[in-house]
């Protein structure tokens, strides 16, 4: 099983600032198949960046994605009060599809 | 547009079943896999599984092989997922979610169902 590993688990940030989420991935994964979503509180999650650098539709472009093998990111190139939520990792490279732990994104 | 209706919660006693639904619209049903992720309160999200409507081939997390069971209706563009033996464990929102046949991202979700096994 391919185990991704999300860091910070938890981070406030204040308006403005650059925010950068890391996911590390057990076993080198095409980058075509590392996905995140975002989450808010009793929501389901949403597709936000797929293919580890594409924004899904509705992103604000402030979002970019980076990585490749076994090693991605998500920044926020300036926070915004909007971008509060926790972010999920994900691989749809090999079974069982597994996601990361998830980072809690708060507000300062 | 895409819409995928799940009921909003189930109770079931400790050691039953119960078969949860997912009714798509809004788009062909057989042509993209359908997929169930859990999601226990204040935890990270679990893959359970995925079926393709088209021929109901279905692949499983091993951890959910004896507790899940994925079908589909093609008729009424609806998928089920059956778990059996529930215990408190078991109590957690289960979402259906639409997989992007191109790009493998999950691009739509249902509401979940909160299902809680009590007595």
């Known amino acids: 099983e391919i185990v991704l590993t999300q860091s910070p688990a938890l981070m406030a940030a204040s308006p403005g600032e650059k925010v950068t989420i890391t996911c590390s991935v057990s076993?080198?994964?095409?980058?075509?198949?590392l996905h995140w979503y975002q989450q808010k509180s009793e929501t389901s999650p949403k597709p936000w960046i797929y293919?580890?650098?594409n924004l899904a539709s509705g992103v604000p472009v402030r979002f970019s994605g980076s990585g490749s093998g076994t090693s991605y990111s998500l920044t926020i190139s300036s926070m915004e009060a909007e971008d509060a939520a926790t972010y999920y990792c994900q691989q749809w490279s090999s079974y069982p599809f597994t996601f990361g732990s998830g980072t809690k994104l708060e507000i300062k | 547009q895409v819409q995928l209706q799940q009921p909003g919660a189930e109770l079931v006693r400790p050691g039953a079943s119960v078969k949860l639904s997912c009714k798509a619209s809004?788009?062909?049903?057989?042509?993209?896999?359908m997929n169930w992720v859990k999601q226990r309160p204040e935890q990270g999200l679990e893959w359970i599984g995925r079926i393709d409507p088209y021929d109901s081939e279905t692949h499983y997390n091993q951890k959910f092989k004896d507790k899940a069971i994925l079908t589909v209706d093609k008729s009424s563009s609806t998928a089920y997922m059956q778990l059996s033996s529930l215990t408190s464990e078991d109590s957690a929102v289960y979402y259906c979610a639409r997989e992007n046949i191109i790009t493998t991202v999950v691009d739509h979700w249902g509401q979940g169902t909160l299902v809680t096994v009590s007595a």
């Open positions: 809004g788009y062909t049903f057989t042509s993209y896999w």
């Open positions: 293919g580890t650098s």
């Open positions: 076993s080198s994964i095409s980058s075509s198949n």
